[in-house]
């Protein structure tokens, strides 16, 4: 399956398909993405496939994506089935007893549960290893990692297994596989979607949001979220009329930051900001000292440390910790120092650079490389562990810095690397501005495509 989301709802409401077939084909294609999942909930899909496609027959959907396959990470509750959160020490947890609001609202809109999916252990990775369950590889080049923590969501969709995917993001989460597999990955504001029922890390950074081939989806799931059920989407030209009627968003970008990527990102990322140029785009090179000011303190201490040790420091301290995968549990440790007032000025830092960003962007959007380099080779992460531990600091230090300053940020694929290794860009706004970056990210997609 390599259609998005929206081209499946044309396909169910004109009678080219419906969601039985999708799913019948979807699980005989389960394989193509290996350690992809951790458990699959073929009878509620096709419990929930069959429905839909009754409703489509009658033609009342519950929404625009009715009998629409989606994957969930492992981290969100699904009423009857485990909650592991990547790690082998839950395996045996209780069922949980009901969904995570997330699901239960797009399972009222009608979405098909396939299954769950893999990731970073607790989702404390960028790299999306996992040595319980196996770990899920890149989609363009297997020797490389996907991504993480949300590996398993990305690489579902990169594969075409289904067409949409949640995950959540703390320091990176989804924008870090999206942009590592070529796919569009949107990470919301915090409040911006109900995180009862999803298992934490660092309360005051997760976040949820998915992970498709098209903006259009994430945009569509957004409105979903928000009891939307987009059915006028159906009309041919919606979407492109949409977006055309959106106004150019004005981009800024700080060169200083950029410079820290890799070279082959950063002649892919001033390639994509030429292109978009010529298209018409209004595009500034500022210095934006509020993402120095907050890369300099990701650098000197992360927040979500002291989050991620708080919350399972009783384990870390039990027989138990003996079952973590030792990467994960080293990195969680690290953080069983860090004072009560560094905290507490990292919560005082974090509103005062919030507010001079959004002095300094206003309604502009701020465009940069999503990760400072591309995939990298899973061999050499899973046979030195310092050399994990850096590469992992590298791959999340420009994602942390959306996450500290809570900014809703879409990743898209822009490019490759001389190796063929898929190269992301973001487009981010301010606290808030979810459906602007949204709006915003179509429209470049559109002229672009």
């Known amino acids: 399956m390599t259609a998005t989301a929206l081209d499946l709802a044309h396909a169910y409401a004109t009678g080219n398909t419906c969601p039985i077939k999708v799913l019948d084909t979807l699980y005989e294609h389960i394989d193509d993405a290996p350690n992809a999942f951790i458990s699959l909930t073929k009878e509620l899909a096709y419990a929930q496939a069959q429905s839909a496609k009754i409703r489509w027959q009658r033609g009342n959907p519950l929404s625009i994506f009715d009998g629409i396959p989606i994957a969930y990470k492992d981290l969100f509750d699904i009423k009857h089935t485990i909650t592991t959160a990547g790690a082998k020490l ?31 252990e607790f989702a404390y990775s960028g790299l999306g290893l996992n040595p319980h369950f196996g770990t899920p590889t890149n989609v363009t080049n297997p020797d490389h990692v996907a991504g993480g923590s949300s590996s398993g969501s990305a690489t579902v969709v990169g594969h075409g297994i289904v067409p949409l995917a949640m995950g959540t993001d703390t320091a990176g989460s989804i924008r870090i596989p999206a942009s590592f597999n070529g796919l569009v990955g949107f990470r919301a504001s915090r409040q911006r979607y109900d995180k009862q029922g999803v298992f934490p890390l660092a309360d005051s950074l997760d976040t949820l949001g998915p992970i498709a081939h098209d903006v259009i989806d994430c945009l569509l799931i957004d409105e979903l979220l928000h009891h939307q059920p987009c059915l006028d989407w159906l009309n041919d030209n919606h979407p492109t009329r949409l977006a055309q009627s959106h106004a150019l968003p004005t981009l800024v970008f700080d060169p200083a930051i950029v410079a820290l990527a890799d070279d ?21 090179a500022e210095t934006i000292t509020a993402l120095h000011d907050t890369l300099a303190c990701i650098n000197e201490q992360w927040l979500g440390s002291a989050e991620a040790y708080t919350l399972h420091e009783e384990l870390l301290h039990s027989p138990q910790a003996d079952e973590l995968d030792r990467r994960v549990r080293t990195r969680l440790m690290l953080a069983k120092d860090i004072k009560a007032s560094t905290q507490i000025r990292l919560y005082a830092r974090r509103t005062v650079y919030q507010q001079a960003l959004m002095h300094k962007l206003g309604n502009r959007l701020l465009i940069m490389p999503t990760v400072r380099h591309t995939a990298p080779s899973l061999a050499k992460l899973e046979a030195d562990d310092d050399y994990f531990a850096h590469i992992n600091a590298q791959t999340l230090n420009f994602t942390m810095i959306g996450s500290f300053l ?8 822009i490019g490759t690397d001389a190796q063929g290794l898929p190269i992301g860009a973001s487009v981010a706004g301010v606290t808030g501005s979810d459906r602007q970056v949204l709006m915003s990210g179509q429209v470049i997609q559109m002229y672009l495509s």
């Open 90 to 120: 839950r395996m045996h947890a209780p069922p949980a007893t009901q969904d995570a609001q997330v699901v239960s609202t797009l399972h009222h809109m009608g979405l098909t549960c396939v299954g769950k999916t893999n990731l970073s």
């Open 264 to 284: 082959d990102v950063q002649a892919c990322f001033h390639e994509w900001v030429q292109t978009l140029t010529k298209a018409g785009f209004y595009i500034r």
């Open 406 to 413: 809570d900014m809703p940020t879409l990743s898209l694929p």
